[in-house]
């Protein structure tokens, strides 16, 4: 049995990848005034969502269709107006290429700038637990009942001294450290993160007295632990008289547990005047 041929006529407007394609007629017209497309955000970070914001002032009004790119080249499936910044992105340039089109007319593809590169995040161990915040009171409490009373720090007398009062505004930044140095499984003085060296003493007025005391071991979250802690700092002769130093008036405080550390437990005391 004969049949027909049967003839198809097909307008295309596709965005596939980077390719930005149609079928325009013989003698296609060309749509003008097509500024670059923005971005709402030029400093993305993983997690964020962006926005491309293109020209709709074309001469004629055309429709638009999008394509993120990462390091120039196609994010596939990313063919919204929004894009929301995935961890494969870090380390990349993101853009997005918005195509115009309308039937007679030669599409056209016009591309953002460049954003800054996705910083990448920081990875926190699921295992990182950090002190409450009643903890800093168990370990100012310990420290305070230890200054109360005089006592003698390897062969040299020390008189009761006045309490320590808490500085809230340097705990903050004390606990953040801690969690840092618990992260990357070391204690001390100082970590290393992304190349780059990070000290204890860099959170501190430096013009004025201060003492910092790390250790490792003790659970400082609990009151007996805190009790614990400033026990064992009392047993070296230097932390004892530092401790019962009249100079120093406050006190920060940071804990931090990682269960993968070969050091669990991490705290971090800051005295200063």
Not at 14 to 37: E, R
Not at 150 to 156: H, L, N, S, V
Not at 161 to 181: H, S
């Amino acid at each position: 049995m004969f049949r027909k041929p049967m003839l198809l006529t097909l307008t295309l407007a596709v965005v596939l990848g980077l390719a930005c394609a149609s079928a325009p007629a013989a003698n296609a017209k060309t749509i003008t005034k097509i500024a670059k497309p923005k971005i709402s955000d030029t400093t993305p970070a993983v997690g964020q969502k962006l926005t491309a914001k293109a020209d709709t002032a074309t001469k004629p009004k055309a429709k638009i269709y999008y394509q993120w790119l990462r390091g120039g080249k196609a994010i596939k499936g990313a063919t919204k107006k929004t894009y929301t910044v995935k961890s494969t992105d870090a380390g990349k340039k993101l853009a997005v290429k918005a195509c115009y089109y309308k039937e007679k007319y030669t599409t056209r593809c016009v591309t953002s700038k460049a954003t800054k590169k996705v910083p990448t995040p920081p990875t926190a161990p699921t295992t990182l637990t950090v002190a409450a915040p009643e903890a800093v009171d168990y370990a100012v409490n310990a420290l305070n009942e230890v200054r109360s009373e005089a006592r003698t720090c390897g062969g040299t007398k020390y008189p009761a001294v006045p309490a320590l009062k808490v500085d809230a505004k340097l705990t903050k930044a004390v606990q953040a450290f801690t969690e840092a140095l618990a992260q990357n499984k070391t204690w001390g003085l100082s970590y290393t993160a992304d190349g780059k060296t990070y000290h204890v003493a860099d959170l501190v007025d430096r013009t004025k007295p201060y003492h910092v005391l790390t250790g490792y071991g003790y659970d400082a979250s609990t009151e007996e632990g805190a009790k614990a802690y400033v026990a064992a700092l009392l047993k070296k002769s230097d932390h004892c008289a530092v401790i019962m130093s009249a100079k120093y008036t406050q006190a920060a405080f940071g804990g931090a547990h990682n269960a993968k550390s070969k050091y669990p437990y991490v705290e971090t005391v800051v005295l200063h005047s």
